[in-house]
């Protein structure tokens, strides 16, 4: 039992981080990897944001979708989605900016970019795939537990990918480049590289 | 009447060219890397985007006096989401087999920075027509970007031209012998990423040539209105 439990865990951990990583493989969440990826030091405080919300959310989101299967709704799932994330970003800024002054300053300026974060949407349906069940009061199906490692570890992979973006374009801005190329371009074919490292991964997990 | 047509058209074919929403200011990436792969899901997917950009810009700028100023960005959402799942119905209704290709990135058209990016900037400001103009025309710009970069992708991947399946419909596209030769890459994320950095390389290419060339030009300009100027003032002279 303990062995299946912990190869399933194993599973969504490579599986989110390498091999279907969420920005490499999955182009989730693109526009703040080629936007805040400049420095090491602001990609990481956009990547534990990332990884903070999607951890949050997916809790939510699992809670919704329960609601929405129960009452026969599951066509509202886009809207019922959107706007939990909406709310709960907003949320969970006033929370840090009273309670946790410290983590604000590190990550307020990311917070509100979040919300249009396609990442963050996306793990919630992509989640949604395996769905809670009700049945006679019980929860079945798809567990908690199952929606917040494949939110916390999909965050991770993000962060992983742009940290290691952010690295490699601290270096590529001292170099000389075509000037058709400065910026976005030169970003892209970097991320290209870094795309055929990662989808080597994909014959790990079956 | 003239002058507003033609401030009509410049709204209508900004999205297009001058500020195409993909090449010049690089939103709503994640869909257009993805969908990219066949020229029949850009297509799909450019289609959508358009109905829903053209519905949420409609709708917004109908709203844009009654919506308050705090709450504007959920609101926006809000309207964007419906039209979306109105979409998500009807597409998964009447034509399932571009449902399925277009999988999860069609409830990510909610999140597409496009959509949100046009609400905020033009339908909240502007009249009913104009909006809808916008949002035809950065659809329009968004479909030509996507479609030009899944039909490089899908001849360099797959070696075919527009393959598709489609309501009992199919033609696969392939171009001779060409699929024997076909890289593999560009039908893989890491082929996309290519792909639309190359892309957005030359479009800078080409705007610097187009500045370039003005730039000379005005200098030539400028230098044939001084000699104007100078002859005017030897004829005076002389006279």
């Known amino acids: 039992m303990t062995s299946s439990v912990g190869s399933i865990i194993l599973t969504i951990v490579v599986g989110a981080l390498l091999a279907n990583n969420f920005v490499l493989i999955k182009f989730l969440g693109i526009c703040p990897f080629l936007g805040v990826s400049k420095k090491t030091d602001t990609a990481l405080g956009m990547g534990l944001a990332v990884i903070f919300v999607m951890g949050i959310a997916s809790i939510f989101a699992w809670l919704v979708e ?6 026969n709704v599951q066509y509202l799932q886009t809207i019922a989605f959107i706007f939990v994330i909406a709310a709960l970003v907003q949320i969970v800024e006033m929370v840090l900016k009273k309670f946790l002054p410290g983590l604000y300053s590190a990550l307020g300026v990311y917070l509100p970019l979040i919300t249009t974060n396609c990442a963050v949407l996306g ?8 769905y809670p069940v009700l049945v006679d009061g019980v929860v079945q199906g798809a567990s908690l537990g199952y929606w917040f490692l494949n939110g916390i570890f999909s965050g991770a992979g993000f962060t992983l ?11 590529t801005n001292l170099e000389l480049v075509p000037k058709a190329f400065r910026g976005f371009p030169l970003t892209l074919i970097t991320a290209c590289i870094m795309s055929m490292a990662f989808s080597a991964f994909s014959g790990i997990i079956g | 009447m003239g002058k507003s047509n033609n401030k009509l058209g410049s709204v209508f074919s900004n999205g297009i060219i001058s500020s195409n929403p993909v090449l010049k200011l690089v939103l709503g990436t994640c869909p257009t890397l993805a969908v990219s792969v066949s020229a029949f899901g850009a297509l799909g997917m450019g289609i959508a ?44 209704k009447f034509v399932p087999a ?23 900037a033009f339908a909240s400001q502007n009249p009913v027509v104009d909006s809808a103009l916008d949002g035809f025309g950065m659809g329009l710009g968004y479909t030509l970007a996507v479609l030009i970069m899944a039909i ?17 419909f199919s033609y696969s596209g392939e171009i001779g012998n060409l699929p024997n030769y076909a890289l593999n890459i560009f039908t893989l994320p890491a082929g996309g990423f290519l792909t639309f950095g190359i892309l957005i390389a030359i479009v800078n290419q080409i705007s610097m040539n187009n500045e370039e060339k003005k730039k000379n030009k005005a200098k030539t ?3 044939k209105i001084e000699k ?12």
Request: charged content about 20%; hydrophobic content about 60%; aromatic content about 8%.
């Open chain 2, 152 to 168: 490089i992708r899908e001849f360099l991947g797959a070696g075919s031209f527009f393959a598709f399946d489609f309501m009992g």
């Open chain 2, 221 to 223: 300009d400028a230098k």
């Open chain 2, 98 to 120: 571009l449902y399925d290709v277009l999988g999860i990135y069609l409830p990510l058209i909610v999140v597409n920075c496009i959509i949100l990016a046009r609400a905020e």
């Open chain 1, 161 to 171: 990918a742009i940290l290691l973006l952010a690295g490699i374009r601290e270096r």
């Open chain 1, 123 to 130: 793990v919630a349906i992509l989640s949604a795939g395996s």
């Open chain 2, 228 to 239: 104007a100027k100078k002859d005017l003032d030897k004829e005076e002279v002389a006279a």
């Open chain 2, 49 to 92: 985007v358009t109905f829903v950009l053209v519905c949420s810009n409609i709708m917004i700028s109908l709203l844009r006096n009654v919506i308050p100023d705090k709450v504007r960005i959920p609101a926006f959402i809000l309207i964007i989401a419906t039209f979306v799942t109105l979409l998500q119905m009807l597409l998964q």
């Open chain 1, 66 to 71: 329960l609601l929405l299967e129960s009452l």
